[in-house]
């Protein structure tokens, strides 16, 4: 054993025998206790060098199993964290109630060290197998800790900083543990906060994918906080009766246990009737409404989620979970807009009302409309999307309605369904609607009205049961002035309109990021990103929005030289105003083209940023001889959206005028 282990053990177990000495070694309370019950419960050897104990593979598939649930949120989380904590040598780890380590994302700097520590799936981190530690004595304390250096119980371990925290179910057990450990030279002393926030944020929406069959009460003193991690939950049955709580609904409750709030109704917790709160946040409005506690008097806001399908039977968190949050919950990670937005599209889900999504080219609004069907009743049925900007004009009719054979020439011999027949039962998603030809924005509105349908050239009406969510980048309301969209079918289109913001003024950019990163990669690769290639991105306008970050993010990935990304794997085209490190074999990388072409519009100059699109669209225009069909699925867009970014980009074809 080394002199330094040695040490360890002595002074271990000098402090352990003389409880008085804790506070001048500098060792907390939640360590002394914890030294405490390795040496007098556990009777473990501080200078024991094991390797540690790793369960078979059988039974770690079966512990993953059984908390699939609360794994899925917890990747997410755990990509987030992950990536805030990015080049400290960090591993996140989420282990399992008995300490046994279920998932781990590892900086490739920290991965030797992490396998010399234990730290892989299957390795048991209980208090009693591995001595005092992040993840074993938090779970033991109940609380969030940070073991640091010689705090270890174990000789083994002083060369590591934990920050560990216990992840609850809505019944108050524990369920898992989330953990940051890494190098101690490299520990930061926020870490312990950020995995704290991720552990309230993975409760957050596991409670909420728990409960979607049920009323949810969310609620904040802050009407802006509803839908952050602070937010309180509350999950009601028909009646009106509690069924479970979050954590932070207990706290901002002046609660301490679930049990002082299961089965009350909530008029004894808040001045409001179920039926008035049902009423005035379901039905009335989309906004929170206040509502007074009963036991302080303090004002809160709140709204209330109504339920998303059939109620099913209640079974603690640890059982079976669904595997995967609800879709809808999964489309933000903490912005504030988007969190409104998925709060306000979950609670009309159920009730018929048809739903207008804003939003510039690629900000996901495809994605939304998918969503939103995966988390209603309709799941199990057609989602059928239908560009309006993408199909001609001759063609969007047949397309829609679908015809009877022989109904007009060049028709398929056995006739057709069209796109509206297709999603009976389920969604359709009209995208682009500002583009669908006046005249058959008549038609719709006539089947939408009606509900039945009579495909092109006759036959007996259809009865038909579709939910419309329809999408568009332009101005209806300046169409409807124009005369060339009719109000008629804007009201019946747009219930409720949900403006997705643009990527650049999205919040939650880098654990978008992190998100993308780990969609895009490999199973095995762990892919991370450096703090200046994050904050430069940051720093884009983004124009191409979500769809510009992921392809950017799959070429890096695809192009990369490591599996630790930097400003070096940006194109060219993203690192104009980024001061780049030089690399000994990257001299002749080029910046991006200088902004020359401003000129080309000098009442509106482009911006560098711009300047530099430009150039690269230009070279994808002139590589696929101005083809714009070829270019638009090249970059995976709608023609109409890249003769929008021609124009916008004063792109010209030197041979023949472009129709914009
Ligand atoms: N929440 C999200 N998380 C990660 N990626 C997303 C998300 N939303 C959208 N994306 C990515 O952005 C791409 C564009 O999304 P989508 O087609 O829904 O945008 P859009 O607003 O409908 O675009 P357009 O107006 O050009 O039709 C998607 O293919 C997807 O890869």
Request: charged share 25%; aromatic share 6%; hydrophobic share 40%.
């Amino acid at each position: 054993m080394s002199d330094c282990a040695v040490d360890h053990g002595r002074r271990v177990r000098s402090i352990v025998q003389s409880r008085v000495g804790a506070d001048t070694a500098g060792t907390s309370n939640q360590i002394t206790r914890s030294w405490i019950r390795c040496l007098h419960d556990y009777q473990l050897d501080p200078g024991k060098r094991d390797e540690p104990e790793v369960v078979a593979a059988g039974e770690l598939a079966e512990r993953r199993a059984r908390l699939a649930g609360v794994q899925a949120v917890a990747k997410v989380e755990m990509a987030n964290l992950y990536q805030q904590l990015a080049g400290s040598g960090y591993a996140i780890v989420l282990t399992d109630a008995e300490g046994v380590l279920l998932d781990y994302f590892g900086d490739p700097g920290f991965t030797h060290a992490a396998s010399h520590s234990g730290l892989m799936p299957g390795a048991v981190w209980s208090e009693r197998a591995q001595g005092t530690n992040g993840m074993g004595t938090c779970l033991v304390e109940r609380r969030p800790v940070t073991v640091h250096q010689d705090e270890h119980y174990l000789a083994r371990h002083i060369g590591l900083s934990c920050a560990g925290a216990p992840i609850f179910d809505h019944e108050g057990e524990i369920v898992a543990a989330l953990d940051a450990s890494g190098e101690s030279r490299l520990a930061q002393q926020h870490t312990l906060a950020l995995v704290t926030m991720s552990v309230q944020m993975i409760e957050n929406r596991v409670f909420l994918d728990r409960f979607r069959h049920d009323y949810i009460l969310r609620f904040h003193n802050r009407p802006e906080f509803i839908g952050t991690l602070s937010e309180g939950a509350l999950a009601l049955d028909p009646t009106g009766k509690v069924l479970a709580a979050t954590r932070c609904a207990l706290f901002q409750l002046g609660l301490a246990k679930p049990a002082e709030v299961v089965g009350r109704d909530i008029s004894e917790l808040f001045n409001s009737s179920f039926p008035g709160l049902v009423d005035s946040t379901v039905k009335k409005a989309f906004h929170a409404v206040p509502i007074f506690g009963i036991r302080t008097g303090a004002r809160f806001f709140g709204v209330m989620l109504p339920p998303v399908r059939a109620v099913m039977p209640h079974q603690p968190l640890r059982d079976a979970i669904a595997p995967t949050a609800a879709p809808l919950e999964r489309l933000h990670f903490g912005d504030a807009a988007m969190a409104r937005n998925v709060r306000t599209a979950s609670r009309v889900l159920e009730r018929n009302v048809a739903i207008m999504l804003l939003g510039e080219t690629g900000t996901g609004k495809e994605v939304f409309a998918q969503a939103l069907h995966q988390s209603g009743s309709r799941a199990g049925k057609p989602f059928v999307a239908i560009n309006c900007a993408a199909i001609p004009e001759t063609l969007i009719e047949s397309e829609l309605f679908g015809y009877r054979a022989g109904a007009f020439t060049g028709a398929s011999k056995d006739g057709q369904h069209g796109k509206l027949y297709q999603a009976n039962g389920g969604t359709l998603f009209l995208d682009e609607i500002g583009d669908m030809p006046y005249a058959l924005q008549a038609r719709l509105l006539r089947v939408l009205e009606e509900r039945t349908i009579v495909p092109l050239g006759g036959g007996t009406p259809v009865p038909l049961d579709i939910h419309v969510t329809s999408a568009t980048h332009c101005d209806l309301q300046q169409k409807i002035a124009e005369g060339t969209f009719r109000e008629d079918l804007f009201y019946r289109l747009q219930g409720i309109t949900l403006r997705l913001p643009p990527l650049r003024e999205r919040s939650d950019l880098r654990a978008l990021v992190a998100h993308i990163v780990a969609e895009e990669s490999d199973e095995d690769a762990v892919i991370t990103l450096d703090d200046t290639l994050l904050a430069a991105l940051e720093r884009q306008r983004w124009p191409g929005n979500l769809r510009q970050l992921r392809h950017l993010l799959r070429a890096m990935i695809a192009l990369r030289e490591a599996d630790h990304l930097t400003v070096h794997d940006l194109p060219p085209e993203y690192r104009t105003g980024i001061v780049v490190p030089e690399l000994e074999d990257d001299a002749d990388d080029d910046v991006a083209p200088a902004a020359a072409d401003t000129a080309l519009n000098p009442l509106n100059p482009l911006n560098p940023l711009e300047s530099a699109e430009r150039d690269a669209l230009l070279r994808e225009l002139q590589r696929h001889s101005w083809n714009i069909s070829t270019v638009a699925r090249q970059l995976g867009m709608s023609r109409n959206t890249l003769y929008r970014k021609v124009e916008r980009l004063h792109i010209r074809n030197p041979g023949k005028p472009l129709p914009c």
